[in-house]
């Protein structure tokens, strides 16, 4: 894998991520391969504690409709899709939506990974789930990780016209054992009508000053104990309702210009009153300060002439350093 430097890092990856550094730029180390196969571009990482923040509302011109496919071998990384709580690591295979806003503190990572255009697997943003989180001691995940081996030998063999097969097989699996399939992931565990109307109400109102679990009970008729059972794997429904306002300031703080006030204005809109106790809460979440999460800058990123309306995992092509491998 190349050896990137910060400076390096930063510009090849500036058409889908603001870099943050959660250490010192004298730690920062990041090593990273890519390699183009018929439409997909796979990718294989190495690289220290990062915040990333990816707002396709600030890449002018380029077509941000694709799926990131992730496997990490080590390493962790908490953050928000959309408005999706995601957590990705070695014991999960994960999908996300990258036309959505996404924001992530990630620890140090080794991974790889599939970049699939929407159309190629017929993605609707409307119908299908924008972040899939699969146990891969289950045999879809398994299968799709089979699939995944194939490709890359076939690659490094330089067996090319059977790589190109597989890339259009693994297109496939993800299609079709991922997409639409929402009922037996991670993410969407809730086991009832209620449990769904519970987490929408608290999705809808969650800017509400007045949204607590004494309400909740009014509203859904429920005692204190059952409410809680409701959402005990996530610490009850008061820790849940806070990790989902601290997910929202993450997303604004990622997007936001630093300016003076900023961050406090954030926490407030999000019910965070105390500074302090904010600021414990958020690094206890994501192992970054809020005033570090602040926008690097306010300047989108555009095509040059030349660009035209190519898919944007073209672009990148072209402007990074993708060995096309058939």
Request: hydrophobic share 35%; proline share 4%.
């Amino acid at each position: 894998m190349k050896q990137y430097s910060l400076e390096e890092w930063r510009d090849m990856g500036r058409a889908f991520y603001d870099v943050r550094l959660k250490t010192d730029p004298r730690q920062f180390s990041a090593r990273a391969d890519f390699c183009g196969v018929n439409r997909l571009i796979l990718t294989k990482v190495r690289f220290t504690p990062q915040l990333l923040a990816h707002d396709p509302a600030n890449i002018r011109e380029f077509d941000s409709d694709y799926l990131l496919f992730e496997r990490y071998e080590s390493g962790e990384g908490r953050g928000v899709l959309g408005g999706t709580a995601t957590q990705v690591d070695s014991n999960t295979l994960h999908m996300l939506d990258m036309s959505q806003p996404y924001a992530t503190s990630t620890s140090v990572v080794v991974g790889d990974g599939v970049l699939i255009p929407h159309d190629l697997v017929g993605f609707d943003p409307s119908r299908d789930p924008n972040y899939v989180s699969v146990q891969r001691s289950k045999p879809r995940a398994r299968l799709l990780e089979a699939a995944l081996d194939a490709l890359i030998s076939a690659i490094a063999e330089g067996s090319l016209d059977e790589a190109r097969d597989l890339a259009n097989a693994f297109a496939g699996l993800v299609q079709s054992l991922l997409l639409g399939r929402i009922e037996d992931t991670d993410l969407q565990s809730a086991a009832s009508t209620l449990d769904l109307e519970l987490r929408d109400h608290i999705n809808t109102h969650l800017a509400d000053p007045g949204l607590n679990g004494t309400d909740l009970c009014d509203r859904f008729g429920l005692s204190r104990a059952s409410l809680y059972r409701r959402f005990q794997e996530e610490g009850g429904v008061e820790h849940y309702i806070t990790g989902l306002r601290l997910d929202r300031c993450l997303v604004e703080l990622s997007s936001a210009a630093p300016t003076r006030g900023r961050v406090r204005a954030i926490a407030e809109r999000w019910r965070f009153t105390d500074p302090s106790n904010f600021n414990r809460r958020f690094r206890e979440r994501f192992d970054v300060a809020p005033s570090e999460c602040l926008a690097l800058n306010e300047t989108p990123v555009s095509t040059n002439a030349n660009g035209g309306n190519q898919h944007l995992i073209h672009q990148w092509m072209r402007k990074s350093p993708i060995r096309n491998c058939v």
